[in-house]
């Protein structure tokens, strides 16, 4: 893969909804209790990839223009600007020059993953580590609609 170049451990996949930043724990679990109730969780797929500064991640795919609806209605409630909300698996990270990605950009290209629907929305606090972020989960709210 390259020196720099780390592959993101599974326990760390997941889809952000919205960057939130120092706001306090409770705030935010009672904003987003009062924003989720009602919509409606996406049916999902992982599918593509992209690069972005020094990313490689995995893209998503909907099971129907309304899936895709449906996600961007709970990053909207998140908080998120819906015109730079873009939707990724963060699978690789590097320091310093971009390692040579080919044969793995090569096997993405035409991969898609099962189809699945998230059951919850998790309230993550990420804390910066010597090895990258560590995410620890807050609070869970329920996706009902």
Not at 28 to 49: E, K, S
Not at 80 to 95: A, G, I, N, Q, V
Not at 112 to 130: I, K, N, Y
């Amino acid at each position: 893969m390259g020196a720099g170049a780390r592959a993101e451990p599974i326990e760390r996949w997941h889809l952000t909804l919205c960057f939130h930043g120092p706001d306090s724990i409770e705030d935010r679990t009672a904003y987003l209790a009062r924003r989720l109730p009602g919509l409606r969780p996406p049916r999902l797929r992982v599918g593509g990839w992209g690069e972005f500064r020094s990313v490689l991640w995995a893209g998503i795919e909907y099971a129907s223009p309304a899936d895709e609806q449906a996600l961007r209605a709970l990053a909207v409630a998140a908080g998120t600007d819906p015109e730079r909300y873009h939707p990724h698996l963060t699978l690789l990270r590097w320091s310093g020059d971009r390692p040579e990605t080919r044969s793995l950009t090569t096997r993405l290209t035409d991969y898609t993953g099962p189809w699945w629907t998230p059951a919850e929305v998790a309230l993550v606090r990420s804390d910066r580590t010597p090895l990258g972020p560590s995410y620890h989960s807050v609070a869970r709210l329920a996706l009902t609609g």
